[in-house]
């Protein structure tokens, strides 16, 4: 049987060329774009720990003191009971975790904030990726 020429297809060694050559451009292109992942979330942590840092200014500028420890970064979203000037509005939306979905690290001493995430693997220290960013050495 003649098929004509509205009924034309593909055929199989066509599709195996295409299947082939969108596998070649996966292989070059996927490590790439991988490797930008993790660069991708370093950088979103040290600008969530800026935005942190800056909402908590605010909060010691509005209320004359920065949250205790155990107030903790949800002072920023609920009203410390020492907040005296709380913004009605909050300082933050929510509670901020890092890109790795762990919570960030928050202590003051009443003069300076310190603000850290232990980056990729989630505990103190390491390296590349799994170092810890704070807002001491971000800039």
């Known amino acids: 049987m003649h098929r004509s020429s509205s009924q034309a297809g ?28 993790d660069e991708a979330r370093v950088t ?9 840092e800056e909402s908590l200014h605010l909060f010691k ?5 920065y949250p205790s420890q155990a107030e903790g970064l949800e002072a920023l979203i609920t009203p410390s009971p020492r907040a005296r000037n709380w913004n009605p509005d909050g300082y933050l939306d929510k509670m901020p975790t890092d890109p790795w979905d ?5 202590n003051s001493d009443g003069r300076d904030v310190f ?3 232990f980056g990729a693997d ?3 220290g390491g390296d590349g990726y799994n170092a810890d960013i704070d807002n001491m050495s971000n800039s």
């Open 10 to 37: 593909f055929t199989l060694i066509e599709i195996m060329v295409v299947v082939f050559i969108l596998g070649l451009l996966v292989t070059l292109v996927a490590p790439r774009i991988i490797g930008r992942t």
């Open 44 to 52: 979103k942590a040290r600008a969530d720990i800026k935005a942190i």
């Open 61 to 65: 500028l509005d209320n004359g003191f």
């Open 102 to 106: 762990n919570a960030y690290f928050y």
């Open 115 to 117: 603000i850290k995430s």
């Open 122 to 124: 989630g505990v103190e």
